[in-house]
């Protein structure tokens, strides 16, 4: 018998875990939306330094000459970014201990049900193989497709996540009631996470570009960025249509098919939320001239939109129809 308190534990790390990841998510949207993704021009240190400094004169008087012989062409110290940066960084390492007692806290599973505690440990595995990549991340001087891929397997890691904590309370899952919601709502949440795929896909596209973009026009007249988008934004801002009600209908049928108490609803209203505020910030990136406060918000909210869809797909895997007598 695993004791509850051990439980109780597990699953309240895990959470916070989860919750950790997307605040990560978030600063490194904030990271990428300021330009600031370079103000640590080097790893594990920052300027060298493991607390980096808050004035160009704690530098040598060199140090564009040093970091360009390093590869860093055009590197300017700017104390706003490199702690922005550093920030940064420290979310990342603050998850690392999170996920490690995440993991370590998964042993009571060992003999009541090993995938979970394999689940936790991969978990721990792949975020030190997502530090490993943040460092090649800089290396490459943020290749968008470096960056892309950094993003991607974070959204890998919360899904994880998601399934260990979901798999750890499979018996309440179990009596979650789908006897009235078609069989088909599955299909279409499969669906559905294919185009929310797909969508952060193409989204990975356009923030390729749109850093581009800012580069070039050195991260001011953000007004007229909108003009040199390339036609993947278009394509991608269109799409939204169709990612938006497909979930509408999915909602629709939950809302129709159970309790107004049932978890199943309560995420369905929250997914329909959190894509609500993913258009809003999307409109606010296409018609205010890029606002750097809704590019973070908008990573963050695609991010979450793949996390819920994906646990309310476990909820139909583990639910059983049940009797109406």
Known sequence: MINQQAVLRFRRLGMLTICAVYFVILVGGIVRASGAGMGCPDWPTCFGQWVPPTDVSQLPENYQEIYAERGYKNTQFNPVKTWTEYANRLVGVTIGFLIFLTAWSSRIYL???????????????????????????????????????????????VALLIYAIAKSQKESLIQIDTSNIPSKVKTVLIVAMGFTLLQVAMGTQVREAVDFIAHEHKYIDREYWRDSFPIIFYIHRSFSAIVLFTNLWIVWKVYQSVDKNNVLLRCSYLLMTVIATAIIAGVTLDRL?????????????????FGIQFFIYICFYYSAPKDNN
């Open 111 to 157: 003999k009541a049900d090993k995938s979970i505690f394999y689940l936790s440990v991969s978990v721990f595995l792949l975020v030190g193989f997502q530090g490993w990549l943040g460092a090649k991340v800089v290396a490459s001087n943020l290749q968008p497709f470096m960056i892309t891929l950094h993003m991607l397997l974070a959204l890998f890691i």
């Open 289 to 305: 001239g890029v606002p750097p406060v809704a590019q973070p918000i908008h990573l963050l909210m695609a991010n979450i939109i």
